[in-house]
């Protein structure tokens, strides 16, 4: 079974950076579909990222375009998130998630998926 940790979270000032990673283990993360997920505290959890393991293609969340990236180090089966630019509004558990035979990275219908990193965007 794959198992996924993320790592990297943290506080960081408005307009700041930070890059987050999803470590797999167990099975080789370049075979399934990646995404990147986020729960704001009283808020439903939302896609922020997606790449597909059969293209590679990527979707961004409106909210995320031109801020933030997904990347793959297929060495150390790892995928990563790197957030520019934060705002205040970005503040939440950042989640990976990974999908098995989809491409589109549904919240409701991936098959694995971390325990989240917290980001804090905060003065």
């Known amino acids: 079974q794959l198992q996924l940790m993320e790592s990297g979270g943290g506080l960081v000032q408005p307009g700041g950076s930070l890059r987050i990673a999803c470590v797999g283990s167990?099975?080789?993360?370049?075979?399934?579909?990646v995404g990147w997920f986020r729960q704001a505290p009283g808020k439903e959890r939302e896609g922020v990222l997606c790449?597909?393991?059969?293209?590679?293609?990527?979707k961004y969340a409106e909210a995320v375009k031109d801020r933030f990236t997904i990347s793959r180090d297929l060495a150390k089966n790892t995928v990563y998130l790197q957030m520019n630019n934060l705002k205040p509004e970005d503040t939440a558990t950042y989640y990976c998630?990974?999908?098995?035979?989809?491409?589109?990275?549904?919240?409701?219908?991936?098959?694995?998926w971390g325990k989240g990193t917290p980001v804090i965007v905060s003065p």
């Open positions: 998630a990974a999908d098995f035979l989809g491409a589109n990275c549904p919240v409701n219908g991936m098959d694995y």
């Open positions: 167990g099975y080789t993360l370049d075979d399934y579909t």
């Open positions: 790449m597909a393991n059969n293209n590679g293609r990527i």
